[in-house]
């Protein structure tokens, strides 16, 4: 059960981060991005993730995505132009992602039994658990992060304000 | 306890005349610059003396001088910030201070109305500061940072006449030449470090001399490295090119630095590591074959020169491939003892050589000048004192030296062929010495009398030069004759003063010096002299009837030996040669492989031939729009997973 | 965690092992408070001056943090030692730096100055954190501060076209970048079950899972490789350099790559100290690409800031040199070098951006034809870096170059160092055609846009880095003794504890 539920969301999300790419008009892009986070919620519920679960269906799916959505409508902006494709991302770009991929697969594959099995869904992260990590042993990175959010909060001021 | 010497003071006097200079020069009236150029040096030159006198009273030498202890100190080597004073120090030092004070002087006259008069004269102070710093090093990391300092001050001074296309390129030329040098050096230093932890001569040959088991090997390695240094600063075989260019600077430069400082250090260092290249039979040998080589090959193509100073280059190439043969032979007392002579004789023949240059504005090529004997009594006396000496002519300098290195080759066993083309380049050198002195200063005048004059009195006809200028000439004339005479060999009567007083440095590697020369000896040495004067006489001659008695015979000598002929006179086509095998790969391989293929090519080929038709303004968007961050997102991606793949690999084989 | 509990331990609060970056933190939110009370249209120069201040403070914090016994803080997230010390110091003098030479460069040019002020700080903050984590959560966030601040400081001359351009490209290409390290983190966390470095380098000793660590180890060097620029993640180099402004990019070259190369240097040493077999072969492929390509990438270039772009990818090559070496040795080798190169290469931008203006007036080698004569004294400063850059003994470039290939002849890389020295005979030839064409080429006609003249600020700055570049090179002797005890800290947190130089160091 817990597997069947596992395939179905990995492969939309999956499927939504394609068609995320590959839609020329951004509003459908953003509908897709929604999707992928919504499944990526569903995926971290089943690791037990409970809180992060939420919380990604709070912040991304809800206050993010509308954000986007509302952006993207208020610049009114239109279909994408198609440009030029680049010889070096057929040429170099596909062949690199694809032994990368490779690579990484390789080694999840002969890794698989070293790294032991677990059933889906058979532990949970309480709270508890989540904020002794974040508040105790990660406080300081917690609280640096605010730091982070400031700079990208000027850095969006300086982009978006015209020189006058 | 030795009294202090105050080593540190040597090169800061220059430095002080460079920090002055450089910096108020500008501002600074041209006698209150004079006065500081030759100031300082001068200061340096008197310290010497007094350093010479403290050594006759009995000063105890070697003698070591440290300031920071350690300079630098790395896991597993340090090095000190120290000066080495020995009898080798003390005549480098005196040739430096006093030929460079010489050369100082007679600068104020020739650049008396050139542009940046402060500028070329910081410059100078700032060669000296560097090239005592090389000589007083105690260690090679010291040495090095003399070196490479000599090297860049070299580099600016080349370049002095900076409206010159081909001033800028030969400065450009000697840096880089230099820097294949230097390479060597530096991994002779790094395998030095490697091997023995430190740097300091002393340390290194105490401990080379403690293992007499060490021969060959890695001490051959670091050997031939050191060689590789010597051969670009000296300009020998194979970095000798970059000498002939170097003429484009100014002439007081071609005789302080590229004649009798700052090409020298090659053979200095060679003599200061004699106790390394001792082991290293194989070395010495290269050493050797390297000098004779050059010493040949460049002074066939002094012979068909056509602009003094370039005659002048190439002999000076060959003379330091004298040198080079002295050491090669582990007569390295006699390679200093030419140095010293050299110094006097090719310092003279350039200041010289700048006399007539100066008196026909700046005319360089031997075929329009002739004749200038009676103009220039005194450049033509002087310089006849150091083509004497040059040529090998008893009792002038080079006489004493030349027949030196010749006899300490000859008597080395299985050399007979190097001391065969050592004694063929002697009658080369007396020839196209004299022929430059024939077609300078005899026949009938061949310049153009109105075009000539200097500076800004306007054109005024040949005219000897002013004292300041002529001064140096008497000086360095007088020791052209008589510098050599501190090496009169024992088997002409003489003492051999200069070898007894090096003999302290060099006993360890050259055992020949100490065997007390026999009778029979004796009698091989005079007829050794004999026989180099005889060609030095016969090439006199056969300069005598090409250039002055039957100068048609020159031409039909041309026409005979076309094919001889062309292949010098392009210098062998060895800097095409260079060219096409080095610079241009390199070149094609940043501007093919890199340039348009990664730049251009592969990211962006098709649209920058779209948008090359199209108006410039465009360019912003064209890259805006272009594939260009998703070609370089595919190379990153294509890098990150060959980056992965190779650490696989690798991991998994060790 | 075992944190050593000695009695000076407790004595102290653990905001003291952050206190340089509490310290820039607090100016960078001053400035931004105060830009909001200044009028606008007014000059800006107050905030640069509570800027400089404020990094002023941070540097003698950082000199402080050497009387505290090394140790952690924070639940083993950051560590203060002689290491991060030196690395705040070079961050600190690099900001400093480009802080006085920025004073004037925007003024009038651009109405968000303070917030200019305000990202470098930041950035800075992000930049020292780095040097001092021993938590890659914490190296992440930190680097993330530093990076978001560098994307929008290359876009900061907004009315030509190639700047944004230049943001535009770093940004997306950094983030992918980014993606890399954080991969690398998860990927050691699921091989070693933690992120803290001791504790990888306990499972990376006890042997945990090689496969997944070379994967894990290669994954973190490709997005540190990024962001210091190696190749072959160095294409975004030359464009993002020829865009951004010259003073950010003298900060850029030189800061967020010293602190990234401390964040290398404690992940590979530090925590894969004991794998050195997984990277050794990695870095030496890597260290000889870098130089290579970059030197002959600048061999044809005749845009100055892109030449200096693939000097900049070469210099990376020869600082990753030092990587080969064994432990002590190759840190204060490659700590060292970091120095000396910032020294120079801020020197140099701080230059371009004097002689080119906001509106970037010289651009090709040829705009630099004969200033040696219309600015003598920027030309000699320039000159200066240039010849340091060559590796000209009596300069901080010299030592650099000298340590650096000591150190790996003698850890046995001697042909590495035989393939760097012939390239950085390579390098001086372009070094030199700038040289020249500043020196050797006849003058040309002044023109308009050269309205070039220094204010005290800037000749502040020039006078500190020239001084710099030859105190490196002729009394190399403190910093590199400094550099050496960083070396010595990475034997583990108990032993950095023990450890005591530093002190001894400043009563020296």
Redesign the interface.
């Known amino acids: 059960m817990n597997v069947a539920i596992f395939i179905l969301f990995a492969l939309l999300c999956l499927g939504g981060a394609l068609n995320l790419l590959l839609q020329r008009h951004p509003i459908n892009s953003a509908l897709s991005l929604i999707v992928v986070m919504s499944s990526l919620s569903v995926l971290y519920l089943l690791l037990g993730a409970e809180f992060l679960a939420l919380a990604q269906i709070i912040v991304y799916s809800g206050a993010i995505m509308v954000l986007f959505v509302f952006v993207i409508m208020l610049l009114n902006a239109g279909e994408e132009e198609r440009t030029h494709g680049s010889r070096a991302a057929y040429f170099a770009g596909i062949p690199g992602v694809l032994a990368l991929f490779a690579v990484l697969a390789g080694t999840f594959v002969t890794l698989r039994l070293s790294f032991g099995g677990t059933r889906l869904g058979a532990f949970l992260v309480t709270t508890g658990d989540l904020s002794r990590v974040l508040f105790r042993n990660l406080l300081l990175p917690f609280e640096v992060t605010s730091v982070l959010i400031l700079v990208a909060i000027l850095g969006a001021v300086v982009l978006a304000r015209k020189e006058h | 306890m030795t009294p202090s010497l105050y080593l540190w003071l040597l090169p800061l006097f220059p430095l002080a005349g460079f920090a002055i200079n450089g910096i108020l020069g500008?501002r600074l009236p041209k006698a209150a610059v004079s006065a500081v150029a030759l100031l300082f040096p001068a200061a340096a030159f008197v310290q010497v003396l007094w350093i010479v006198a403290r050594a006759h009273q009995g000063l105890a030498l070697p003698y070591l001088e440290r300031f920071?202890t350690?300079?630098?100190?790395?896991?597993?080597?340090h090095a000190n910030f120290s000066f080495l004073l020995d009898q080798l120090t003390l005549v480098m030092l005196l040739v430096v201070t006093g030929v460079g004070l010489v050369i100082h002087l007679y600068s104020v006259g020739y650049m008396a109305a050139e542009d940046g008069y402060w500028r070329f004269f910081s410059y100078m102070n700032l060669f000296l500061f560097f090239m005592l710093t090389l000589v007083l090093a105690a260690n090679f990391?010291l040495m090095?940072?003399g070196w490479?300092?000599v090297g860049?001050v070299s580099?600016?001074l080349i370049?002095f006449y900076?409206?010159k296309d081909s001033?800028?390129n030969a400065?450009?030329k000697a840096?880089?030449v230099n820097?294949?040098g230097?390479?060597g050096f530096?991994?002779a230093m790094?395998?030095l470090?490697?091997h023995f932890g430190t740097l300091s001569f002393r340390e290194v040959f105490a401990n080379i001399s403690a293992h007499p088991d060490l021969q060959g090997g890695f001490l051959t390695a670091i050997a031939l490295l050191l060689l590789l240094g010597a051969t670009g600063k000296s300009a020998q075989i194979p970095l000798y090119v970059w000498l002939p260019d170097a003429m484009e600077g100014p002439t007081p430069v071609s005789a302080l630095i590229h004649a009798a400082t700052m090409v020298t250090a090659g053979v200095y260092m060679l003599a200061r590591a004699h106790v390394l290249f001792g082991r290293s039979p194989l070395a010495l040998a290269i050493v050797a074959i390297i000098g004779a080589a050059t010493a040949f090959f460049a002074a066939t193509i002094g012979v068909l020169q056509t602009d003094i100073k370039r005659v002048l280059a190439y002999s000076t190439i060959s003379q330091l491939g004298y040198m080079f043969l002295a050491c090669g032979v582990a007569a390295y007392s006699m390679g200093i003892f030419h140095l010293v002579t050299h110094a006097f004789f090719k310092a003279l023949l350039f200041l010289a050589a700048g006399s007539v240059i100066h008196a026909l504005g700046g005319e360089q090529d031997m075929r329009k000048m002739g004749g200038l004997r009676k103009k220039l009594p005194v450049t033509f006396w002087t310089m006849t004192a150091a083509v004497f000496a040059i040529s090998g002519l008893f009792p002038f300098a080079g006489f004493f030296s030349k027949d030196a290195i010749l006899a300490a080759t000859f008597e080395t066993p299985g050399e007979k062929i190097l001391w065969a083309v050592g004694l063929v380049t002697a009658g080369l050198t007396s020839f196209y010495m004299f022929r430059l002195w024939y077609m300078t200063f005899f026949g009938s005048p061949r310049y153009d009398e109105s075009s000539a004059g200097h500076g800004e009195h306007g054109p005024h006809g040949v005219h000897e030069s002013p004292w300041a200028m002529l001064l140096p000439l008497v000086i360095l004339g007088i020791l052209s004759l008589a510098g050599g005479w501190i090496g009169w060999p024992a088997a002409l009567g003489g003492h051999d003063w200069i070898a007894h007083f090096l003999d302290p440095v060099f006993t360890s590697a050259s055992n020949a010096q100490l065997v007390v020369p026999s009778a029979a000896d004796f009698r091989l040495e005079r007829i050794l002299a004999g026989v180099s004067m005889l060609v030095a006489l016969f090439g006199w001659w056969l300069a005598d009837l090409m250039y002055r008695r039957k100068p048609q015979l020159a031409d039909s000598a041309e026409q005979k030996t076309r094919p001889l002929y062309t292949p010098i006179w392009n210098k062998y086509w060895v800097d095409e040669m260079y060219g096409a095998v080095i610079v241009r790969p390199?070149?094609a391989?940043?501007?093919n492989?890199?340039?348009r293929g990664?730049?251009t090519g592969?990211?962006?080929?098709?649209?920058t031939a779209m948008t090359a038709t199209a108006s410039g303004a465009s360019s912003?968007?064209r890259?805006?729009?272009?594939?260009?961050?998703?070609?370089?997102?595919?190379?990153?991606?294509?890098?990150?997973?060959?980056?992965?793949?190779?650490?696989?690999y690798?991991?998994h084989s060790? | 965690m075992n944190e050593p509990m000695t009695p000076s331990m407790i004595a102290f609060s653990p905001a003291l092992r952050i206190l340089p970056e509490i310290l820039m933190t607090l100016t960078g939110v001053l400035v931004m408070l105060v830009e909001a009370v200044l009028k606008p249209r007014t000059s800006r120069k107050p905030l640069g001056i509570v800027a400089i201040l404020g990094t002023l403070a941070a540097i003698a914090a950082s000199v402080y943090q050497l009387f505290l016994p090394a140790g952690t803080a924070f639940f083993g997230t950051v560590q203060s030692d002689a290491f991060s010390v030196f690395f705040h110091l070079v961050i600190g003098c690099i900001v400093l730096v480009t802080l006085l030479i920025s004073l004037d460069y925007f003024e009038g040019h651009t109405s968000f100055v303070g917030e200019y002020y305000a990202l470098i700080l930041f950035g800075a903050t992000g930049m020292m954190l780095m040097t001092c984590s021993v938590e890659l959560l914490m190296v992440f966030i930190s680097l993330e501060i530093s990076s978001i601040s560098t994307y929008i400081l290359a876009g900061y001359r907004k009315r030509s076209a190639t700047s944004p351009e230049a943001s535009i490209k770093y940004f997306l290409l950094g983030s992918f970048a980014t993606a890399f390290f954080l991969y690398g983190i998860a990927l050691c966390f699921g091989a070693t079950g933690s992120t803290n470095l001791y504790e990888i380098a306990k499972g990376v000793a006890d042997g945990a899972s090689p496969l997944l660590l070379t994967v894990a180890f290669g994954m973190m060097l490709i997005g540190l490789g990024f962001k210091v620029s190696l190749a072959p993640f160095h294409v975004w180099t030359p464009d993002v350099y020829e865009g951004a402004p010259a003073p950010v990019v003298g900060l850029m070259s030189t800061a967020p790559k010293a602190a990234a190369f401390a964040v290398l240097l404690r992940i590979a040493y530090g925590a894969f100290g004991t794998a050195i077999h997984i990277w050794m072969p990695l870095v030496w492929i890597m260290a000889v690409l870098s130089m290579t390509i970059g030197n002959l990438g600048a061999l044809t270039q005749r845009n100055v800031k892109r030449m200096l772009a693939y000097s900049s990818i070469a210099h990376a090559g020869y600082l990753l040199v030092a990587f080969t070496a064994l432990a002590p040795m190759g840190i204060a080798a490659a700590s060292f070098y970091t120095a000396a190169y910032a020294a120079m290469n801020v020197g140099a931008f701080g230059i371009i951006s004097y002689l080119s203006g906001y509106n970037e007036a010289r651009t090709s080698l040829s705009d630099f034809a004969g200033i040696a004569r219309r600015h003598p004294v920027a030309a000699a400063a320039f000159a200066v870096f240039l010849i340091s850059l060559i590796g000209i003994p009596f300069t901080a470039g010299f030592f650099g170059k000298f340590y650096v290939f000591t150190a790996a002849i003698n850890s046995g890389n001697a042909w590495l160092a035989v393939l760097g020295l012939l390239n950085s005979g390579v390098a001086a030839f372009y070094y030199l055609r700038l040289l020249a064409q500043m020196y050797m080429v006849p003058v040309e006609p002044p023109r308009e846009a050269d309205t070039a003249h220094a204010r005290p600020a800037f000749i502040l700055a020039m006078a500190i880095l020239v001084l710099a570049v030859f105190a490196l090179g002729i009394f190399p002797g403190r910093i590199l003794d400094l550099a050496r005890a960083g070396a010595a800290t990475f034997s583990g947190p108990a032993n950095a504890a023990s450890q005591t130089v530093p002190v001894a160091l400043l009563r020296r």
């Open positions: 500008r920071a350690p300079w630098i100190a790395v896991t597993g080597f990391l090095f940072v490479e300092g860049l580099y600016l370049g900076y409206t001033a800028a400065g450009k840096f880089i820097r294949i230097d390479f530096l991994l790094f395998l470090i490697a390199i070149l391989l940043s501007r492989l890199l340039g990664v730049e592969i990211i962006d080929g098709a649209n912003g968007i890259r805006m729009q272009s594939g260009n961050i998703r070609s370089y997102a595919g190379w990153l991606a294509a890098g990150a997973a060959a980056v992965l793949i190779v650490a696989l690798l991991s060790f």
